[in-house]
């Protein structure tokens, strides 16, 4: 299957620092990414969809300003998580689909794991 | 979007075939039924999908009742390595996942 990776795997940042976070189609152009959040021992959470070339659209209750997406080339998604709180720490996930495949299954990174201390 | 139950934890032996079912009973006409899994710390997998009819790939098999209302997801050789959350999720054409709780199985040796 096609191959999604992410940078970092893990970071630890001070509170009320901005963290980075890339997700790459490696073998693949994405038209579209999304972004999920994880806390421990939960389901997956819709953050926002990612369309490249344009704005992300996100889920209800999360706030734009503090997750900032930019889906600038169809291989690279960076969700930025602004003026970070420890209650931002979480598991967070991004896939991507494959456009030249009929089916609609999600390709998924292996995750970034953020401590905000 | 249509909601799913599925079993909170199964247990099987290694060697085994797991069964993991999944109710659907609000599925709508164009939704597949999609199963992915997630190991402990990573992203989730994808495993297989289908419509109505079943399906099989080299990793699992997918049984959809006729009336599309329920599905069973069955690894046919359990390992240690397929321990993991399981997750069926319908999906249409919005691309959108929508995550239940999953069934969490173990493999026990």
């Known amino acids: 299957g096609a191959v999604v990776s992410q940078h970092p795997s893990r970071v630890i940042c001070k509170s009320g620092t901005s963290v980075k976070i890339e997700c790459r189609s490696l073998?693949?152009?994405?038209?579209?990414m999304f972004w999920y959040r994880q806390f421990p021992k939960q389901s997956l959470m819709l953050m926002a969809t990612?369309?490249?070339?344009?704005?992300?659209?996100?889920e209800q209750g999360v706030e734009k300003d503090k997750f900032l997406i930019n889906h600038a080339s169809l291989t690279l998604s960076t969700l930025t998580v602004t003026s970070a709180h420890p209650e931002d720490s979480s598991f967070y996930i991004c896939?991507?689909?494959?456009?030249?495949?009929?089916?609609?299954?999600?390709?998924f990174g292996p995750g970034t794991r953020l401590t905000v201390l | 979007d249509a909601k799913t139950t599925q079993p909170p934890s199964m247990d099987c032996a290694e060697g085994r075939a797991a069964n993991l079912p999944c109710n659907h009973s609000?599925?709508?006409?164009?939704?597949?039924v999609y199963w992915y899994r997630q190991i402990h710390s990573q992203g989730p997998q994808y495993i297989i999908h289908?419509?109505?009819?079943?399906e099989t790939n080299e990793m699992a098999s997918l049984i959809i009742t006729e009336d599309r209302k329920s599905s069973t997801l069955i690894l046919p050789h359990a390992t240690l390595r397929d321990t993991a959350v399981y997750y069926c999720?319908?999906?249409?054409?919005?691309?959108?996942?929508?995550w239940g709780a999953g069934t969490k199985l173990i493999i026990k040796p």
């Open positions: 896939s991507a689909r494959d456009p030249g495949q009929f089916y609609n299954e999600q390709f």
């Open positions: 073998d693949f152009q994405a038209t579209t």
């Open positions: 990612s369309n490249e070339g344009s704005k992300a659209t996100y």
């Open positions: 609000t599925i709508s006409g164009n939704e597949y």
């Open positions: 289908g419509l109505k009819n079943n």
């Open positions: 999720i319908p999906q249409g054409s919005n691309y959108q996942l929508i």
